[in-house]
Structures are given as structure tokens and as C-alpha cells.
């Protein structure tokens, strides 16, 4: 079999990540106690209290808006991993960009940018008349930045809290 040709290996780190050939990552190494706290905290966080916040009507206190209620809840649940949980977040697979593989950072930029062509074309008429909006940042502000941190949350919530949890307890 003949070596692959450079051009070809660098074409190769494109790729990789959309077949999801990512360099295997190692079974979280924390305490299992430190894993019963990013439980405990995961349920707190999204079934006592909830993503839209149900025990707040329930107590009769008006729900938050979106726009406060959505970073409060991200910020709360990043500060519970460093000081609930008392993990460090390159423990729970939060690394900064200089530790990413070829393969993790050409992926992202692809799906950043595919996914925003995608987004772009679908909503075309959409945000043609969004941005025709006399108060454009305002919209943007009440909308647009709530949802893109929602989905910090969430993917916080369920891969960093219980999907991070379950390898490490399903590792062999």
C-alpha cells in the first residue's frame, strides 16, 4: 500500500470530522463523587428548577424574560461545574482551541460555515424583513442572542453534565 501523498493527508483532516474521526478522547478521571455532584446539579438545574423556569409560576413570581433568564441559567450552570462540582472544565472536556486536533478545528469552521449558509438560505425572506426592522438591535438583543446562548445551555446541560457523567461511569 502506498504512503498517502501530503495534499492528500491535508485533505484528509477535512474530512475526518464529518465521518466523526476524531482522535479518541479518554474516559473523564474524576471522583465519583465529583460525578454524583454534576448529577445532582444536572437534575436541580433542569428538572427542579427547568429551562423555562416552572417553579417560578408555580410560586406565583412572574418568569424572568427570556433574554435575562437564558445567561443566568448558563452562567449558573458553568459556575456549578468549577464550584458545585469542583471540577476544573478541561476535566469535563472543555478545552481551549491550542488543544484541538487539525481534524476538531477544520470541522468546526466547516459547520460553522455550512450551517450558516444553510441558515442564511432557508430564512432568507425571514430575515430580510427582520433586518428591515426599525429597531434591529433591540431584536437581535430579545432574540437572536437568547436562543444562540440556549444552545450553550443545553449542549452544557447534556453533554458537559450527564453525557460527561456516563462515560466516565460506563468507561471500561
Given at each position: 500500500?502506498?504512503?498517502?501523498?501530503?495534499?492528500?493527508?491535508?485533505?484528509?483532516?477535512?474530512?475526518?470530522?464529518?465521518?466523526?474521526?476524531?482522535?479518541?478522547?479518554?474516559?473523564?478521571?474524576?471522583?465519583?463523587?465529583?460525578?454524583?455532584?454534576?448529577?445532582?446539579?444536572?437534575v436541580v438545574l433542569e428538572g427542579?428548577?427547568?429551562?423555562?423556569?416552572?417553579?417560578?409560576?408555580?410560586?406565583?413570581?412572574?418568569?424572568?424574560?427570556?433574554?435575562?433568564?437564558?445567561?443566568?441559567?448558563?452562567?449558573?450552570?458553568?459556575?456549578?461545574?468549577?464550584?458545585?462540582?469542583?471540577?476544573?472544565?478541561?476535566?469535563?472536556?472543555?478545552?481551549?482551541?491550542?488543544?484541538?486536533?487539525r481534524t476538531e478545528?477544520?470541522?468546526?469552521?466547516?459547520?460553522?460555515?455550512?450551517?450558516?449558509?444553510?441558515?442564511?438560505?432557508?430564512?432568507?425572506?425571514?430575515?430580510?424583513?427582520?433586518?428591515?426592522?426599525?429597531?434591529?438591535?433591540?431584536?437581535?438583543?430579545?432574540?437572536?442572542?437568547?436562543?444562540?446562548?440556549?444552545?450553550?445551555?443545553?449542549?452544557?446541560?447534556?453533554?458537559?453534565?450527564?453525557?460527561?457523567?456516563?462515560?466516565?461511569?460506563?468507561?471500561?
Amino acid at each position: 500500500m502506498e504512503p498517502m501523498s501530503s495534499r492528500a493527508q491535508g485533505l484528509d483532516i477535512h474530512w475526518k470530522g464529518h465521518a466523526f474521526q476524531f482522535a479518541k478522547a479518554k474516559a473523564p478521571q474524576y471522583e465519583a463523587s465529583a460525578g454524583l455532584r454534576l448529577l445532582l446539579i444536572f437534575v436541580v438545574l433542569e428538572g427542579v428548577i427547568g429551562p423555562r423556569l416552572w417553579l417560578f409560576p408555580w410560586l406565583g413570581i412572574p418568569s424572568p424574560p427570556a433574554w435575562l433568564r437564558i445567561p443566568v441559567l448558563l452562567v449558573s450552570a458553568l459556575l456549578l461545574v468549577r464550584f458545585g462540582a469542583g471540577l476544573r472544565f478541561s476535566e469535563i472536556g472543555l478545552c481551549p482551541w491550542r488543544e484541538w486536533s487539525r481534524t476538531e478545528r477544520s470541522y468546526f469552521v466547516q459547520v460553522v460555515l455550512i450551517a450558516n449558509t444553510i441558515f442564511w438560505v432557508l430564512f432568507a425572506d425571514r430575515l430580510r424583513m427582520i433586518l428591515s426592522e426599525p429597531h434591529l438591535v433591540k431584536r437581535v438583543c430579545e432574540v437572536f442572542v437568547p436562543y444562540f446562548l440556549w444552545g450553550f445551555y443545553q449542549e452544557t446541560m447534556y453533554r458537559v453534565y450527564r453525557h460527561t457523567e456516563l462515560v466516565r461511569r460506563c468507561a471500561v
